[in-house]
């Protein structure tokens, strides 16, 4: 009841207040912000993905401007030779307002980022967006086979069967690069799995299809149990550390994120950030509201 009532409350109360929260998982709004974060994971031996937050944008005016800045972010990167990639979502790029538009807002991105040798991730968002990001992505990977990756959710229940079906794309030279997550939306049962156990086990099912095809897997948890099960499955089928990785978000399990890299395994952070963080934090919190015990100790407990 109590973090119901207050994911309820929080996109009521000012700005100032919520960013007490969210600090803690968003670099900042600006992209020098981003960059310092950055930096200072590269130092700890972190690679990482960067992320402009703002999507279901209502406008395609919206698209635009968040593909040039994208290209911005891009130059900056290089300029800075931060160690990392790009994360995007479709829907920050018009994609249910015109798939078409988004699809060229996002092959703009990732031509200039392929430029560079560098890479772009297209995020999975709920189920709406599915299919069209897989349309996307194939479309994308036909051209730029070896700088575009997508996100898997373990919890929807065509998950395993999708990675299949794209399997037409995949190839030693080329191999899928899929970034496999929980997945935070909220989905009905018909769709999606719902039991914690049953989530784990299709995520470490989905993974070891991945190690068993030779597709090179962003394994992205902060589960304990999921990343034991993950280095069992490296040990199984002995795949060397070039060909995954592991991932996490800004500002969660920093512990757990150490002892990963401690082991030699290679650790990538989701880096956050832009001007519309206040949409994005309210929304994590209603997909997922057992966060608001977090908020909880974060707007009274010091440090």
């Known amino acids: 009841m109590i973090n119901q009532l207050i994911t309820k409350m929080l996109p009521l109360m000012p700005k100032k207040l919520v960013w007490i929260f969210s600090r803690k998982y968003i670099a900042g709004e600006t992209i020098d ?14 690679k990482i993905t960067i ?11 919206e698209a ?8 911005e972010i891009i130059e900056r990167v290089q300029k800075e030779k931060i160690d990392g990639n790009y994360s995007l979502k479709p829907t920050s790029f018009g994609l249910l307002i015109d798939p078409v538009a988004c699809y060229r807002n996002i092959r703009e991105i990732l031509a200039k980022s392929a430029s560079y040798g560098n890479f772009v991730r297209v995020d999975m968002e ?11 992505f194939r479309k994308l990977h036909n051209e730029f086979p070896n700088n575009v990756g997508l996100v898997l ?15 037409d794309l995949h190839s ?10 929980k997945g935070i939306y909220v989905e009905p049962a018909a769709i999606a799995y719902k039991n914690y156990q049953e989530v784990n086990e299709h995520f470490l099912a989905d993974l070891e299809y991945m190690f068993q095809q030779g597709m090179y897997p962003g394994i992205a948890t902060h589960d304990k149990p999921l990343v034991e099960g993950a280095y069992r499955l490296i040990e199984k089928y002995k795949v060397p550390k070039n060909r995954y990785e592991f991932q996490m978000l800004y500002g969660v399990t920093p512990d757990l994120r150490q002892s990963i890299i401690d082991k030699g395994h290679v650790m990538r952070v989701y880096v956050p950030f832009g001007k519309e963080w206040f949409g994005y934090s309210t929304r994590r919190l209603k997909e997922n509201p057992k966060m608001a015990t977090h908020i909880i100790k974060a707007l009274f407990i010091k440090g």
């Open 126 to 136: 709920d189920s709406q967006c599915t299919d069209l990001e897989i349309d996307l």
């Open 172 to 181: 030693p030279a080329a191999p899928l690069n899929f970034r496999l997550c």
């Open 153 to 167: 959710q373990a919890y929807m229940k065509r998950t395993l069967p999708d990675i299949k079906s794209m399997g």
């Open 33 to 46: 912000d981003a960059i310092g974060v950055c930096r200072a994971l590269n130092s700890q031996k972190v």
């Open 51 to 61: 992320d402009l937050l703002g999507e279901f944008i209502t406008r395609l005016d």
């Open 64 to 71: 635009t401007a968040n593909k040039n800045a994208y290209l």
